[in-house]
């Protein structure tokens, strides 16, 4: 192998933020690259040279709006993803769910304790979206517990761990990535939930299977407005659907394709111009 058959393309944020830079993780993780480091105000990707397309990534980068530049250049290999990894730090939610790595020493236990491997899968609860999701998950408690709940474009598979150590019957945890499908099945098994969660690696054509209670999906807003009438068709009536993955600007857009599919809105949260709505879906239509 050559030692320079690897680029390291840096991005450079403005302002740079850590859930800004996991939203672009989770974006260009579609594209062929490797691994990532955060170096403030970078976020910089490592892809092999032969794999990679500048104009790919250009697409990628040009509807976020606190991407200010990116720039390629030759790198010696190295393992940047163990770099990464160890870079992860604890996530405290409302004090009552704790996200941590196994290399993350003298973390106080809370209520629900999670352990994830981060790898490169999208979900390490630094997001905004990941951490309003969790939010109202646990204001809905009564509501999961013994219910099937359906977590889709799971990544690391958090949410869908957090459902079962809420106490739900069931969960199925989707995502299209494969590798964020083999980290949800190792982080579930991991935290000793892998009996009471599926999962596997697809899309929304996958709900077809079953019917459930609850259904979480922290995903891009257009895949959201994609598959709705989907998620809508999976959802039993009465049914919660917690959706986000988007910006406040988008929620006007999304309320409006849910009403029309009979769901009604419940609640919605907002934390730094990203958004969570929770639906129900109405029994009497």
Same mark, same amino acid.
């Given at each position: 192998?050559?030692?320079?058959?690897?680029?390291? $393309?840096?991005?450079?944020?403005?302002?740079?933020?850590?859930?800004?830079?996991?939203?672009? +993780?989770?974006?260009?993780?579609?594209?062929?690259?490797?691994?990532?480091?955060?170096?403030?105000?970078? *976020?910089?990707?490592? $892809?092999?040279?032969?794999?990679?397309?500048?104009?790919?990534?250009?697409?990628?980068?040009?509807?976020?709006?606190?991407?200010?530049?990116?720039?390629?250049?030759?790198?010696?290999?190295?393992?940047?993803?163990?770099?990464?990894?160890? !870079?992860?730090?604890?996530?405290?939610?409302?004090?009552?769910?704790?996200?941590?790595?196994?290399?993350?020493?003298? $973390?106080?236990? /809370?209520?629900?304790? #999670?352990?994830?491997?981060?790898?490169?899968?999208?979900?390490?609860? =630094?997001?905004?979206?990941?951490?309003?999701? +969790?939010?109202?998950?646990?204001?809905?408690?009564?509501?999961?517990?013994?219910?099937?709940? $359906?977590? +889709?474009?799971?990544?690391?598979?958090?949410?869908?761990?957090?459902?079962?150590?809420?106490?739900?019957?069931?969960?199925?945890?989707?995502? #299209?990535?494969?590798?964020?499908? &083999?980290?949800?099945?190792?982080?579930?098994?991991?935290?000793?939930?892998?009996?009471?969660?599926?999962?596997?690696?697809?899309?929304?054509?996958?709900?077809?299977?079953? !019917? =459930?209670?609850? %259904?979480?999906?922290? #995903?891009?807003?257009?895949?959201?407005?994609?598959?709705?009438?989907?998620?809508?068709?999976?959802?039993?009536?009465?049914?919660? +659907? *917690? %959706?986000?993955?988007?910006?406040?600007?988008?929620?006007?857009?999304? /309320?409006?394709?849910? *009403?029309? %599919?009979? *769901?009604?809105?419940?609640?919605?949260?907002? &934390?730094?111009?990203?958004?969570?709505?929770? %639906?129900?879906?109405?029994?009497? #239509?």
């Amino acid at each position: 192998m050559n030692s320079f058959d690897y680029l390291e $393309v840096a991005v450079r944020l403005d302002p740079f933020t850590e859930e800004g830079a996991e939203v672009l +993780m989770a974006e260009l993780a579609e594209l062929p690259f490797d691994s990532f480091v955060t170096e403030e105000p970078y *976020l910089k990707c490592y $892809v092999q040279t032969d794999r990679y397309r500048a104009s790919d990534v250009k697409v990628v980068l040009s509807g976020y709006p606190f991407v200010a530049e990116f720039k390629a250049s030759a790198v010696q290999g190295q393992n940047w993803n163990k770099a990464w990894e160890e !870079s992860f730090q604890p996530v405290v939610v409302d004090g009552t769910v704790t996200i941590k790595a196994p290399f993350n020493e003298n $973390v106080p236990r /809370t209520r629900f304790n #999670i352990w994830i491997d981060p790898q490169m899968a999208f979900g390490t609860g =630094y997001h905004h979206t990941t951490f309003m999701m +969790m939010q109202r998950m646990l204001a809905l408690e009564p509501l999961i517990k013994g219910q099937s709940v $359906v977590d +889709m474009g799971c990544g690391t598979a958090i949410l869908a761990i957090l459902a079962a150590k809420m106490g739900a019957r069931k969960v199925f945890a989707v995502d #299209i990535d494969a590798v964020a499908a &083999r980290s949800a099945w190792g982080n579930c098994r991991w935290n000793k939930v892998g009996s009471r969660v599926e999962t596997a690696c697809g899309d929304a054509s996958l709900l077809q299977m079953a !019917s =459930y209670d609850v %259904l979480l999906a922290n #995903i891009h807003r257009n895949i959201i407005l994609q598959d709705l009438a989907v998620y809508c068709r999976s959802l039993r009536r009465g049914g919660h +659907m *917690l %959706l986000s993955g988007f910006y406040e600007a988008d929620v006007q857009a999304i /309320t409006q394709a849910a *009403l029309s %599919l009979g *769901l009604a809105p419940q609640a919605q949260l907002q &934390r730094e111009g990203w958004a969570c709505l929770d %639906l129900t879906l109405q029994t009497n #239509i």
